[in-house]
């Protein structure tokens, strides 16, 4: 609608363009001819012309001040046209050459349909002129006979007038025109560039909504060993112990060293996972206030060993400036954005480069900016920067997932980051944080094992349904303190929760042959107080209808790679919830 009006508004403006250039010509030229024309004795025709120029600058004034161009353009073509019909009469007959500029000028001033009905007045005032005579109506033909030759040279200078207000007209008319085509072409290419845009950005989407996919389907295969793998590990660790301490010094502290980088090292894979995960869904954790000044100050320490060969590291950041996030999210933000700043610098020149951390607060939100003297980023790669698995860095240096994971964190705590320049002398980056507007995080309490449940008043009953044996077996030595049962099959399981007496029924909920979803169904109709009892592990809610299932359950799930400590505070917690702190005295 509004770009119709300013084309509106443009065609509007050129008519009256058109008009006044016309009448202005037509009434300097007039005054000339009238001027002649009283000379010349032809009173009445001079008073003609006189009244058709001071008509011609009173529409003029009238459209200036508001009105409607269209309505101008009639009346000054309409007074133009009765002029030269009344001169042809007084001249005796059709010999005044101003006739054909009649029509062009409606045309131009108004539209085709005037120029056509003006078309047709003239032919009809021509063929009456024409064919007067012959019927007896005598035409004056007022001029004398010596002035007929200086009026047939004042008729040839009125047609080069003429010629010349016609193409000065049909040039605006030429330059309104291509200003509308300019004008189209601009918004054809914008809405051309839009669409390119739009289809890149669905791309981009689609390619995204794949890795999540991906991501979530790895994430659960992966976490499933994962669980056992760590979780048997660190059992043998504790059995061996004990077996150590007979054996010489070095085998004992290679033993231990050996088990410690094996768990730690899988604890590492569990971090891969972890941030594979970030592109399925939005990371649910909770949020709160979180120190910057301080969350810095550590990254800065985790990754020195990356730094401390390739830069300097300057931080700017005022103490008590807090965010709104997750603590161990934010953590991760700034420790993927010094180890990309670190890896952008070449190592041995240390003296020579460095990495500036400062943050600012600006238009209500909280900017931490993060530059480097690193080689910066290919133009060409601006664009890809963001893509998961797109890197720079040689094989085997880089995942190409540091980026996509940072702003998949930081949109799912209301964050964004973007590149603010990158050239041959370094690069920078922006994240904008929400600022906090609520208490710190408060973190779960930790679970010691001197404090566990005691089975004093109680023996706790459980019930562990996984597909996994592996798992299960793990589970079920690591809960040996409980009276813990497994089971591998769905159905089974259903059938041992509905009629025995356990007290927290420990679940799988992603499992192939009969879900955790559908057994927490299944018992909600035979059992709703066995159902009540369950607590879910999952490996990654790679499916939208297990995520929003697990929306329901806050509390009463825990991922895999399983922590104890997290395990043994969610059975407490399920067990004072169904049965009475009593129980757990």
Sequence with gaps: MREMSDLLRAEESRRLYVLTTVTFGFVTFGLAVAFRFSEMGLQRLSLAVLAAAVSGLLVLGWVHRGGSSVRGGLMATSILYVLVAYSSFLLGGPAFDWFYVVPVLG?????????????????????????????????????????????????????????GLLLSAIGSQQRHSRSILERVNNELNYEMNQRTEMQARVVRTERAASMGSLAAGMAHEINNPLTYVIGNLELLKTYLANQLAASPP?????????????????????????????????????????????????????????????????????????????????????INLLTNAAHSVEPGSAKDNWIRVSVKFREGRIFLRVADTGSGIDSELMERIFEPFFTTK?????????????????????????????????????????????????????????????????????????????????????????????????????????????????CDLMMPQVTGMEIYAALQERNPSAANRMIFMTGGAFVEEAAEFLKGFSGRCVEKPIELAALESRIRARVEATQGPEMVD
């Design 250 to 334: 070095q085998v004992q502290s290679e033993t231990e060293s050996m088990l410690s980088e094996a768990i730690e090292g899988s604890y590492r894979v569990a971090g891969l996972v972890r941030d594979l995960k970030t592109f399925a869904h939005a990371d649910e954790e909770a949020k709160g206030a979180v120190n910057l000044a301080q969350i810095i100050d550590r990254a800065s320490k985790m990754v020195a060993h990356e730094i401390k060969h390739r830069a300097q590291v300057e931080i700017e950041c005022p103490e008590g400036i807090e965010v709104l996030g997750n603590p161990g999210r934010v953590l991760q933000v700034v």
């Design 107 to 163: 045309a131009l001033l108004v539209g085709m349909q005037a120029g056509w009905l003006f078309s047709g007045l003239v032919l009809l005032s021509a063929t009456f002129l024409w064919i007067a005579p012959s019927y007896g109506l005598e035409l004056t033909g007022q001029v004398a006979a010596g002035l007929q030759q200086q009026e047939a040279l004042a008729s040839r200078l009125s047609v080069v007038v003429a010629i």
């Design 394 to 506: 040689a094989v085997g240096f880089g995942m190409g997932m540091g980026l996509s994971i940072t702003r998949n964190v930081l949109h799912s705590m209301g964050g964004e980051i973007d590149l603010e320049y990158s050239s041959p002398d370094g690069t920078a980056f922006v994240v904008a944080f929400p600022p906090s507007e609520v208490s710190e995080v408060q973190p779960a309490p930790e679970w010691v094992p001197d404090q566990a449940i005691s089975a004093s008043k109680t023996e706790l009953k459980l019930l562990i349904v996984d597909d996994e044996k592996q798992v299960l077996s793990y589970l079920g030595a690591s809960l040996s303190h409980y009276r813990a049962e497994t089971e591998i099959d769905g159905q089974s399981a259903i059938q041992r929760a509905a009629e025995g007496n356990f007290d927290v029924i420990l």
